[in-house]
């Protein structure tokens, strides 16, 4: 008896199976489908193939639909995260600047804020705009309720805990490469130490290690970043600036800091 040929929309189903192309790929179902159908009426050869194909072509569009569906502070690679958490920090120096020169506390003195990050979007005066996006405030580590004076305006609380932004929490560093608190002048009707006249730091690092990033940022008020890997020990974090010339210093778990720009 001739045996009957292999179906070739079953074949070119499987084909289409390998390519990434979410119109190719749905094009394969459907062809799948067919041939199934022919297979059946005609009694041909490729049963096994098109159910492959179908399964394949499934399989390659469900991996597309959700790539292109993924959240954008969880979709870029750990090298696209890390340059956000290096141009956030830079963000930040801007804030600071414009704190500065406006007193934007109003304690009566140009410093710069140095209590904690999501205050730069919290803070604000009538008719205002805030100095920080809400997305990069939600990802402060170190969420810091304070008592301003009535004219300042407070920003809605939010959930800080938001599992950072582009994969990287921020936090205002504690203390100076002397081990001298930053923060320095009073701030508010409780007159909270909360700033510092000539000196600032930031750090950002990654909420889930080797996942969101590998590397530790900071920066200070000279503008310069520096990076370090500093290990998957969420006790690591960098709050106290690591000397004159961090490349000069060792991180946590032996390795120098470097220049990230």
Known sequence: MEEKPISKLARTSLILG???LLITNITGIVLAII???RIKLYGLRGKAMAITGIISNIIISLLLVLSFSTPRNTYHGMAGRETKAVQTLRQLVKAEKIWKQNDYDRNGINDYWTYDVSCFYRLHY???TSLLPVEIARADARKAPFDFPTEIELMEEYSWSSGGYYGYLFQSMMTDENGI???QNPVGTNKTLATNTHKFAFMAYPDAYAISGINTFIIN???TIYAN???SDANKIILTWPGKDPTTVTGPVGRLWRVAD
């Open 126 to 128: 009538k008719d205002d």
């Open 18 to 20: 390998v390519f990434p």
């Open 181 to 183: 608190p930053y923060n």
């Open 35 to 37: 041939a199934l159908k």
């Open 221 to 223: 008020e000279k503008g």
């Open 229 to 231: 890997d500093t290990g």
